[in-house]
């Protein structure tokens, strides 16, 4: 290193000799920092998504590598969003990447003081048969006389986070099941 | 106007706009009862007194009609001013707070009264028997589907009514509604507005000059709500106001106009449009009621509107029957109708935890949801939980809901005890909107699509695998069933493409259906092709055309900046991708549009089609000077110039002749719990809100009555930027948790020096159902207001918070009662009279003997705020 790169170098001397007379940008920055680069300009790819909070709607690319995400920012060509995000928005990869997630089921038996490993498969037949059994035990074929073929064995909470797909699926099918008490967030 | 909403805060980047609109000279007021964010960089801030904005608004409808502010020929053109009532209307100008028609019995509104004068009268949703097909509903059968309230039936358009009433253009006659209006709030005078509101006159009379010098012709004032508008016993009146308002003052359907709901979740208008809610179907389609929707053709007779677009309910019904039961649904057979459950009254969330106290319902399937801190008196939902046989928590993390057996409050309480509860829970991890596709629909009632970027790990599962496969597995086990009960699910369509190593169902499909298929199974493009013959299929008549020539339409992303202002190629919006509804009110009744600084939509007199900005929400080609024949009925019905489609008479409504359970005007009744009498009516409260009366669920005594002053502060509920509602989303999350790290309390200086509550220290606020804990912050931008001659003091609280997460905190739920709005069945979390006091709140079954304190000095009884 030359006496002149080390002079350079020093972030006083580029304080006073550059544009940047605070010494908060250009001359602070350091060889390291001049040699990053951000994560989203090496991502294998960018992909479409959508705010999962509040429902303006913001637009998001999502950044993937190696496959897994690795970030997460605003789209620029949203026309609701313009590429910005809110701190819940901008949140969105701990949200989705976080310790705080769980990946495996879990089961408390009745009157259980702990919860207890299950198998995803086990899980579903465990919960098709209790479908099966409350929605027998609720069946109301008719109230005073009139017809009504509905269960009022089951109920379910929830959806103003899901996806238009999902609701469809779940009322159909809880509407075949006789099922009424299907509600979620909108009545809240 | 942004009333009812903290939309800087809540909504920070579609706040946006409202700065553009600022730098441009738009003048911003915020009327709420705190000074937020939103206020600080508003033009005015009004200080309201929560649970008061009906006489708000009522006072500046009254200021527009006595100064003839109002925008006069859109009114007499498109609005119901002219309209006749019946001599049997009797408003609450005669009968001292309440209408005509109010069964005090049975705390019920017969609506016959309401009606317009003019030949043959068409009854309410859900409320006609023909003869031909059955005997009239019984008095007690008509209580049971008035009490099923669904309100949400009129999602996307009003109720039935006279097509084809007696008018009056002059609006003279005595019994026109715009007489009707006029004599109705003409006694919300500025000085009744400052006596029940707190907001002085002065600032009253600066916001009626404003909105009003802002509307007409050349110029046009938006409203912006939330929930602080909904959440209340008379929530869907408050909204009402704004509507009469917005319509005599011409802003409706035209650019910068209207009355926007900002929705506090990623598609929680798509879970009404395509809902998971009691009471309707998709498309906002009734759900069928044990009285009076026996059968197919009572049904389509009861819910079907004479003129219109709600005149094709058979179109609309049987394409959805179609999509649900395929080549099972048979003209024959009434293509399954008889497969559909049927409503005996309200069976909404609330009712369903008072059934699972009871151990009626057994069964409860959590999808992202937590109403163990999330609903309205959490200890209740709580309760309710423990005594189920199972319970299905669906989330990203162990939220409330899910660990309530092992640590929730009546553990410490001593309520509950884990051993003892029965409740077997089965915790499912949820996949992210990262790992799944399909679409959201957001606040403007456009669909997004969002694109899986990776696959879930572990047992993370979208609730479109989890539905899809539940189904599956039940109906394998039912496979061959003679049962007739299970015909229903046998019958189901239930073949979606599954593809990857886990088996995910194809959303893209699940769009194809909801969108519709021809008989040839090539996709629909438009409502207007569906058929009432079974050649149809159609999943959401209203999302028909999102997957046009098989395109998916949510997902287009032209940017915003290669497009007009309208950006009609950024997503779909629902219906027929048009942006703003009734937009062709924003031209003049020959079809020009009202001034060139306004124009959205336009008649094209050489083209013969509506042409502009936006698409237009009318019929294409139909002619301003068109005019129906006395015999046309539905869409052909409709008037060149009736720019409101899916209303019966093509109108809007400054009074609604049907489709409220709780009124055709607005009126302001004090909140299910207030520290004071209703200073405008004799009739304290909505004399029809719903009351769930539990042992759980104690109301206070209100206004004049004894023992009110033991809850003299008015609480109100809100969110902070940094949370997302009950926290399931945010409490576990280290930067979110950081930023706002603990759950407090807003209260001015004046109430801390009162109550001797020290800034940053704690305070214990209590109601008759819980008492809470919270961090004191004491801000001037809690104002106290000066009410009926008193001083009020609020209290805010944020309440996002529960036990579990990085940030712990009790919930503001716990203090909630259920007093719920008669339409849409919405608890009251917006103004609650509660006590506040310094220090913390007692641990154990001390918390319980606090609460119970309480209730003896303020004498609460089972019979306590439940009068009509």
């Not at chain 2, 057994?362 to 008196?377: C, E, H, I, R, T």
């Not at chain 2, 008492?771 to 809690?782: D, F, G, N």
């Amino acid at each position: 290193m030359g006496v002149r790169t080390w002079i350079e170098g020093w972030p006083v001397y580029r304080q006073f000799s550059g544009d940047d007379g605070l010494g908060r940008g250009a001359a602070a920055k350091s060889r390291v920092t001049a040699g990053l680069a951000p994560r989203t300009r090496t991502a294998d790819k960018v992909v479409k998504s959508v705010c999962p909070y509040c429902a303006v709607g913001c637009g998001q690319n999502v950044y993937v590598s190696g496959g897994e995400v690795t970030q997460i920012e605003g789209d620029p060509d949203s026309p609701v969003s313009r590429g910005r995000l809110c701190p819940k928005g901008s949140a969105s990869l701990q949200l989705t990447t976080g310790p705080q997630r769980r990946h495996r089921v879990l089961y408390r038996r009745p009157h259980g003081t702990g919860w207890e490993p299950l198998d995803l498969d086990t899980a579903m037949d465990m919960i098709a048969d209790r479908v099966i059994a409350a929605r027998r035990q609720g069946w109301q074929d008719e109230v005073d006389g009139a017809l009504t073929r509905r269960t009022m064995g089951i109920a379910s909470l929830g959806g103003a986070t899901l996806d238009n797909e999902e609701n469809y699926l779940i009322k159909k099918l809880f509407t075949a099941l006789g099922a009424i008490q299907i509600e979620n967030q909108a009545r809240i | 106007m942004i009333q009812g909403s903290n939309m800087a805060e809540c909504h920070p980047v579609g706040f946006q706009w409202v700065m553009e609109a600022k730098a441009r000279g738009a003048t911003v007021i915020h009327v709420d009862p705190r000074f937020t964010r939103t206020s600080a960089v508003a033009d005015l801030h009004v200080p309201i007194r929560a649970g008061a904005d009906i006489a708000f608004l009522g006072g500046i409808i009254n200021y527009a009609l006595s100064n003839e502010k109002y925008f006069r020929d859109y009114v007499v053109a498109y609005t119901n001013a002219a309209t006749i009532l019946t001599e049997d209307y009797a408003d609450t100008e005669d009968l001292g707070g309440v209408f005509s028609g109010f069964d005090r019995e049975h705390r019920l509104y017969d609506m016959e009264s309401w009606r317009y004068q003019g030949g043959a009268v068409r009854p309410a949703v859900g409320e006609r028997s023909p003869a031909e097909t059955r005997a009239p509903l019984t008095a007690a059968e008509m209580r049971k589907v008035r009490r099923s309230g669904r309100g949400e039936a009129h999602g996307s358009g009003g109720a039935a009514a006279h097509p084809d009433p007696d008018t009056d253009e002059t609006l003279t006659h005595p019994r026109c509604v715009f007489q009707v209006l006029k004599r109705h709030f003409a006694r919300y005078t500025p000085e009744q507005v400052a006596e029940v509101t707190g907001v002085p006159a002065e600032t009253f009379r600066q916001v009626c000059e404003q909105v009003t010098a802002n509307s007409g012709r050349d110029r046009t004032t938006a409203f912006v709500y939330s929930v602080g508008w909904t959440q209340h016993t008379v929530g869907v009146q408050y909204i009402r106001t704004a509507a009469i308002l917005q319509a005599l003052l011409g802003n409706m359907g035209r650019p910068g106009g209207g009355i926007m709901a900002l929705r506090g979740h990623a598609s929680i208008q798509g879970s009404t449009d395509i809902p998971t809610l009691f009471d309707i179907l998709p498309g906002y389609l009734p759900m069928p009621h044990a009285h009076g929707n026996e059968d197919l053709e009572t049904y389509i007779a009861a819910e079907t509107v004479a003129k219109g677009f709600w005149a094709n309910t058979r179109e609309y019904m049987v394409s959805l029957l179609k999509s649900y039961w395929g080549d099972a649904a048979t003209a024959e057979n009434d293509f399954c109708y008889d497969y559909l459950p049927r409503l005996t009254g309200s069976h909404s969330t609330y009712e369903t935890v008072l059934a699972q106290v009871a151990g009626e319902c057994k069964g409860y399937f959590l999808f992202g949801q937590n109403p163990a801190v999330g609903s309205a008196n959490a200890k209740l939902q709580r309760l309710g939980m423990a005594n189920l046989d199972w319970l299905v928590v669906r989330d990203f993390t162990l939220i409330e809901s899910a660990t309530f057996w092992q640590d929730g409050p009546e553990i410490e309480t001593g309520e509950l005890r884990t051993a003892d509860i029965g409740t077997e829970v089965f915790f499912l991890p949820a996949a992210a909107h990262t790992e799944k596709d399909g679409s959201f629909t957001n606040t403007q009632r456009m669909l997004q699509w969002h694109h899986t970027a990776v696959e879930p790990s572990g047992d993370a599962r979208s609730d479109l695998w989890f539905a899809y496969h539940l189904g599956r597995r039940i109906r394998a086990k039912l496979a061959g069933s003679g049962d007739e009960t299970d015909r229903p699910i046998l019958d189901l369509t239930w073949d979606y493409p599954v593809a990857g190593p886990l088996a995910e169902p194809a959303a893209d499909a699940v769009l194809a259906e909801i969108n519709g298929w021809d008989s040839d199974g090539k996709p629909l493009s438009s409502y207007t092709q569906l058929a009432a013959d079974g050649s149809t299929a159609c999943g959401c008549w209203i999302y028909c055309g999102a997957r046009a020539d098989g395109v998916n339409q949510p997902a287009r992303r032209k940017p915003g900046r290669e497009q007009n202002w309208v950006a009609n190629e950024w997503g779909w919006a629902w219906p027929a991708n048009r942006r703003i509804l009734y937009n062709r009110a924003s031209a003049d009744p020959d079809g020009k549009p009202w001034s060139e600084r306004k124009a959205l939509v336009w008649w094209d007199a050489d083209k013969k089609r509506w042409t502009g900005h936006d698409n237009p929400d009318f019929i294409a080609d139909r002619e301003p000077s068109y005019r129906p024949g006395k015999d046309a009925t539905g869409v052909a019905a409709i008037s060149g110039a009736d720019p409101f489609i899916m209303q019966a008479d093509g109108k809007a409504w400054l009074f609604a002749p049907a489709g409220l359970a709780d009124g055709p005007l607005p009126v302001h009744y004090e909140p299910q719990e207030s520290p004071f009498p209703n200073l405008l009516y004799d009739q304290q409260h909505n004399p029809v809100r719903e009351i769930l009366a539990s042992p759980r669920n104690r109301y206070q005594p209100s206004g004049g009555q004894r023992g009110s002053a033991v809850f003299p502060y008015v609480a109100t509920t809100y969110r902070l930027t940094e949370h997302h509602t009950a926290g399931g989303m945010s409490r576990f999350l280290p930067y979110l948790a950081e930023l706002q790290p603990a759950f407090f309390c807003e209260v001015s200086p004046e109430l801390a020096a009162e109550r001797g509550l020290e800034h940053a220290g704690w305070a214990t606020i209590v109601t008759a159902r819980n008492a809470i804990e919270a961090r004191v912050l004491v801000t001037e931008r809690m104002r106290p207001v000066r009410v009926a001659g008193q001083v009020l003091h609020q209290v805010g609280l944020p309440y996002h918070w529960g036990p579990n997460g990085l940030t712990a905190g009790d919930a503001a739920n716990e203090l909630a009662h259920l007093s719920l709005d008669p339409n849409v069945h919405i608890q009251e979390v917006k103004a609650l009279a509660c006590d506040i006091r310094p220090g913390r709140r007692p641990r154990g079954p001390a918390l319980l003997d606090l609460v119970r304190s309480y209730q003896r000095r303020a004498g609460i009884t089972a019979k306590t705020g439940t009068e009509a």
